[in-house]
């Protein structure tokens, strides 16, 4: 019994090193993820090491395990060094007084029969912007009803799982239909106080497979290019399939001093899987230029997707 016991004992005092080992390990999978794609997919979840990471450190104080609490912090700062959760969000400037916008993005999941739900949740939320991924003439179609309310729209269907849709309530100064490989939209909004903002949608492929994720990045890059082309103020908008943190989008974060969130949160929104929420990680992503400020940033309800939508306010200023 008491030999049982004390092999209990050790096993829970070897957690701390075993889980240090664990992330260790991932976080350097994690740094060559750049020359092979299935690598880099663990670059995703550093939110969960850090949950990890956290677990192991009060059992690792009890035990005064000093050589392993030194790997647990490094490997802690690590993490958060990568992420750079002070970069995403952004003091406000917009005076108190600026017209502030509300805008929805859902990829709603080609094959989701929960159609219905979605236009009452769209028709009850009611935002100035609409924007949607996985679209096809099917979606289209049970979508007419948004026609009456939201006039404007910029569509591209497609049967592939990259089609989208905008439906906004204000009129487009210009809009665009971009393509490489698979759509991006960008459209312009001027509003009552004389300025205008662009808005880019984006969903490139999912990374599975080398092939598949070089033409993701490729895809990043582009929008990224285009950015550096656009006049305005812009947002990026969409199902990116890459966190915040992953290094085509945090090149991108970079170059145009985008934020992820409100000046009061530093956490991240994950919005797929959904069926691992609230463990799940954010590729669904609102991304706001120094000049945009974000002032809510929440995620809906179920709706039948394989992700959450991604519900915001923000202003120019």
């Not at 009060?58 to 970069?87: D, F, H, N, S, Y």
């Not at 490489?180 to 909004?189: A, E, K, L, S, T």
């Not at 990043?220 to 989008?249: C, I, K």
């Amino acid at each position: 019994m008491a030999k049982g016991l004390l092999q209990r004992k050790m096993k829970w005092k070897d957690y701390p090193v075993i889980i240090a080992g664990v992330v260790l390990s991932l976080t350097l999978m994690a740094f060559a993820g750049r020359w092979f794609w299935l690598l880099a997919l663990v670059d995703h979840f550093r939110i969960h090491y850090l949950v990890l990471l956290a677990s192991a450190v009060i059992p690792g104080c009890w035990w005064r395990q000093k050589k392993t609490m030194g790997l647990l912090l490094v490997l802690i700062a690590w993490q958060v060094g990568v992420m750079e959760p002070w970069a995403w969000s952004r003091v406000s400037d917009a005076p108190s007084n600026s017209a502030s916008y509300s805008l929805i993005w859902f990829n709603v999941h080609t094959g989701n029969r929960s159609k219905s739900e979605v236009l009452d949740y769209l028709k009850e939320r009611d935002p100035d912007f609409i924007c949607l991924g996985e679209v096809n003439r099917l979606w289209l179609q049970q979508l007419t009803p948004l026609h009456e309310r939201w006039p404007h729209q910029v569509l591209q269907p497609r049967d592939d799982n990259f089609g989208m849709a905008v439906y906004s309530k204000y009129p487009f100064k210009d809009r665009f239909k971009l393509d490489w490989g698979v759509p991006c939209i960008r459209f312009d909004v001027e509003h009552d106080m004389n300025k205008t903002f662009s808005v880019f949608v984006a969903h490139p492929v999912p990374p599975i497979g080398n092939r598949f994720t070089g033409l993701r990045d490729d895809y990043l890059r582009q929008v990224s290019e285009t950015m550096s082309e656009t006049r305005h103020p812009f947002v990026a908008v969409g199902d990116f399939n890459a966190t915040p943190w992953h290094y085509p989008v945090r090149e991108m974060m970079k170059r145009h001093q985008l934020s992820y969130c409100p000046p009061t949160s530093m956490l991240s929104l994950p919005t797929w899987p959904i069926g691992l929420l609230p463990f799940g990680i954010p590729i669904d992503l609102f991304l706001a230029q120094p000049a945009i400020s974000i002032h809510a940033l929440n995620r809906g309800p179920d709706l039948g997707s394989d992700h959450r939508p991604l519900e915001v306010r923000f202003s120019q200023h």
